[in-house]
């Protein structure tokens, strides 16, 4: 589907990295936002992160401009999706929104188009019985920052068709990402594994076993992982880990799930990590 064309439905941080790897990777794109303003935010951040690729080498400047002259942007669902082959839907992790937006999608999206959903754990089951294609509905869950890593969690719904998944896995590897498929349960592979270590890592720092930057280092020296957990959870947005955590909790009715009185907290309290300036760290 080289020619094809994709719209994301979302420009916030993963709408954003998404819609700059379909079209770097020369699809149209119409990336699709209710408001202008978090619109032009997205193609000054796309711009943004082109340009450090551009300085680091890793793309040329003529493909800078060819991918942002790919992108376009509309305020509506319905003009967004039209001619869609592919919809990735990247709108606020809430439940009652997301089955909202797949009906419109539904509606007006050409009836051959491919429904996908970037959740972070949203069941996709559910997400496809609020249209009436549920075999065209699957999950691809790209990793923040999205041009730059290679995962693409490929769930599949009760009802997804096998072709479907194949075509999004051809996809995810034409983007030269490394699909991986996955079943429909809360918190797929990803975050299902991810999350229990991060609240592992706040319960540590709760129970006063050791510090941020000690618990962090741990992980950063001992596991060769990238960033700390207590790092992660910022980059991440603690809100976002604790409603991961609650469907987890919730789905799996198990104890060790719970998410940590102290990330309950902090969330209440509006530290959320990066984006509110403060978490574990201070971004001030
Ligand atoms: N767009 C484009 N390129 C970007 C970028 C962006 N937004 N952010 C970073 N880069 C590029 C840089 O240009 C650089 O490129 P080169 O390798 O060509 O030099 C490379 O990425 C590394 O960046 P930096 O040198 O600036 O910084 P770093 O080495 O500290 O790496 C990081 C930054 C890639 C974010 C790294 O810290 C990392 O891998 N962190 C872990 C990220 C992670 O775990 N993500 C998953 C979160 S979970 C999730 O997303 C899903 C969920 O459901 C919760």
Known sequence: MAEQTVAVIGAGTMGNGIAHTFAQYGYPVTLV???TERLDKALHTIAANLDRQVAKGSIPETLKDATLARIRTVTTIQEGVRD???VVEAATEDVTLKLQIFGSIDQAAPEHAILATNTSSISISRIAAATRRP????????MNPVPVMKLVEVINGYATQSTVTDTVVA???RLEKVPCVVNDYPGFIANRILMPMINEAIFSLYEGVAGVEAIDTVMKLGMAHPMGPLQLADF???DVCLSILRVLHDGFGQPKYA???LLVNMVTAGRLGIKSGEGFYDYT
């Open 33 to 35: 936002d209710v408001s």
């Open 84 to 86: 869609a082959d592919l």
């Open 135 to 142: 075999g065209q509905v699957i999950g691809m869950h790209f």
């Open 171 to 173: 996809l995810s590897q």
């Open 236 to 238: 991440i947005g603690l």
């Open 259 to 261: 998410p940590c009185p």
